[in-house]
């Protein structure tokens, strides 16, 4: 075999292991009933949950519990799924901005169920604004 045939076949070996690996690491979208399911079948892969912040009847945004004086790194919340389950989400790396976070359109939470009762513990909080998305007249 020549060396250029050889040296192909490792490229080519390369990649395949690099999809397997990164194929591992992909995480699904599901509500919350799907991700306290799988953690109770005992699979402990990371979860994508999309939903929006708990509001009261006037739209304001409540049950967020936030206090940079006391934990820096704590930040609890009231999530709603988009089949209408509450729960509550705990993260130990906040946003940057807690505004925005506030005034997110939805919300995607990267992370694990525990158990059945307990908290969900995400990892991640990515964030959509509506303002990001509107368009401006001009």
């Avoid at 699904?28 to 799907?34: K, N, P, T």
């Avoid at 699979?43 to 929006?52: A, F, P, R, Y």
């Avoid at 708990?54 to 409540?62: A, C, P, T």
């Amino acid at each position: 075999m020549k060396k250029s045939h050889i040296f192909g076949l490792v490229i080519i070996g390369m990649m395949i292991s690099i999809l397997v690996v990164t194929a591992g690491d992909a995480s699904q979208y599901v509500d919350f009933s799907e991700a306290y399911s799988l953690a109770a079948d005992g699979n402990s892969s990371k979860v994508h949950v999309i939903g929006e912040l708990q509001k009261d009847k006037s739209g304001n945004v409540i049950g967020i519990h936030y206090d940079p004086a006391k934990d820096p790194n704590y930040l609890a919340f009231t999530l709603v799924d988009d089949k209408n389950i509450a729960k509550k989400v705990v993260c130990y790396s906040p946003p940057a901005s807690m505004r925005d976070f506030e005034k997110s359109e939805k919300v995607v939470v990267i992370g694990r169920a525990k158990g059945e009762n307990q908290d969900f513990i995400a990892s991640e909080i990515l964030m959509k604004c509506p303002s990001k998305y509107e368009e401006k007249e001009l």
